[in-house]
């Protein structure tokens, strides 16, 4: 069972009675969670909420909402050791959540606090790292390894966190997971796992950020053939790059590509044939750019791509897809600002408020909703925002979706509506429960 099961609760449970912990730990109001936690006693239950009924502890909700304050709060608590890593009925433990939601700081207090990071939730048997390279959280990645995290952990489905990467075009995340299966099996030759996948010395210096090994190259006789060469994805070096920053936090997470982009230009290489060429998913470096959220690698590239570069990908993403999907906020609003179609849908009719919402990502859906997105607009299955929201288990944003006025009630192709879809996993997780 997906965590829908818990955007569902809290659906049903908007204007229904809350209990003074409850609505402390999801309005993130730590005082009074430290005030209510101090009169508790030692033996705090995991269902707190006679509502919810799914074995969950303050800890989850504090967690899936990410309210760091409080998470530090229930943490410092005198009971705290008996919800670290205690398991919901789904399995799910707060550190699955951290994961599922890319909290690097939470997780990083929750393995502080002894938290098990090879926990497994109860549908595939995932552990937080897989559920991390799903969503192709990278620094999470990294902690969860460093953590002890075992790569080549495999799910119910023989799944390891990297085929979960990949499955869900997590690229850069793929790449770190497989290179750590490939070492785990006695492989440290770096050589070798670049032939796999047919990276040039190029696209390895870019992707492990070695700037001085890449102005090296750049400088060498053979840029321009190194410039164009493509790896097993039909991917460039600079492409390699962009998506090396992909996910990437922090101010300096551009700075390899601004390096690679203005010494190429500095030693005329841009008008290399080929260096602008799209993957084998028809997406441009400009492409990777907004997935990476670079707005200003955008601007750089806009005035060099070729002018008869697709503008969408194989499935029909444009920029203001990518920004959505990837909830990159500033970069959306920029393009809001230049005119980017609000409502523009994909192959599959998608709009951008289609894919934040199911992504998760809650400033995104909020500026979409601010700039006239429709909010009940469907795609090829018939399915709304609202729809997504509910089955990837996004409760805030369903919330904002139900009181912006989404309607609960509108049927995709097979009969099924979001209230249907919430009914449907409630009925299941009772029926799981009576077995």
């Not at 890593?85 to 939601?101: F, Q, Y």
């Not at 497989?178 to 390895?204: C, K, V």
């Not at 089955?391 to 209230?419: F, R, T, W, Y």
């Amino acid at each position: 069972m997906l965590p829908v099961v818990f955007a569902v609760a809290c659906i049903l449970a908007v204007h229904g009675e809350l209990s003074p912990l409850e609505r402390a730990v999801r309005s993130g109001d730590a005082k009074s969670v430290q005030k209510l936690l101090a009169t508790a006693a030692g033996d705090l239950g995991y269902s707190y909420d006679a509502e919810d009924g799914f074995g969950r502890s303050p800890l989850h909700e504090a967690v899936e909402f990410g309210h760091k304050k409080v998470v530090e709060e229930i943490l410092a608590w005198q009971g705290s050791n008996q919800l670290v890593s205690a398991p919901d009925e789904l399995g799910w433990t707060a550190l699955h959540w951290a994961a599922l939601k890319g909290s690097e700081d939470i997780a990083r207090r929750l393995l502080d606090a002894k938290a098990k990071v090879d926990a497994k939730e109860n549908e595939f048997g995932c552990e937080p790292l897989q559920w991390a390279a799903r969503r192709g959280h990278l620094q999470l990645i990294r902690l969860l390894l460093k953590h002890g995290a075992v790569a080549s952990h495999q799910d119910r489905e023989n799944r390891t966190a990297a085929k979960w990467a990949h499955l869900t075009n997590h690229l850069s995340a793929f790449a770190l997971l497989e290179g750590m299966e490939l070492r785990s099996e006695g492989s440290e030759d770096e050589e070798a796992l670049d032939e796999t996948y047919n990276m040039s010395r190029l696209h390895a210096a870019v992707a492990k950020n070695n700037i001085s090994e890449m102005k090296r190259l750049l400088r060498s006789s053979e840029a321009k053939d190194l410039l164009v060469k493509v790896d097993k994805w039909g991917r460039t070096p600079l492409v390699t790059a962009l998506q090396a920053s992909h996910k990437a936090t922090g101010p300096g997470s551009e700075k390899l590509v601004m390096h690679f982009i203005r010494l190429m230009k500095m030693l005329r290489l841009e008008g290399t044939k080929g260096v602008f060429r799209p993957d084998k998913d028809r997406r441009d470096p400009v492409h990777w750019a907004a997935l990476a959220g670079h707005r200003q690698v955008v601007l750089e590239l806009s005035h060099m791509i070729p002018s008869d570069t697709p503008a969408s990908d194989r499935w029909g993403n444009r920029l203001f897809h990518h920004a959505a999907a990837n909830g990159h906020t500033s970069m959306m609003e920029w393009l809001l600002d230049q005119r980017a179609i609000v409502d523009g849908i994909s192959s599959s009719k998608q709009t951008p408020l289609h894919m934040a919402a199911a992504g998760g990502h809650l400033d995104v859906t909020k500026l979409l909703l601010r700039r006239g997105s429709p909010l009940n607009a469907q795609d090829r299955l018939l399915r709304t925002p609202l729809h997504y929201a509910i089955l990837q288990g996004n409760s805030e944003i369903a919330e904002v979706l139900m009181k912006a006025g989404a309607d609960a009630s509108e049927a995709d192709i097979d009969g099924m509506s979001p209230l249907s879809f919430a009914e449907t996993a409630l009925g299941l997780l009772k029926s799981d429960e009576m077995e």
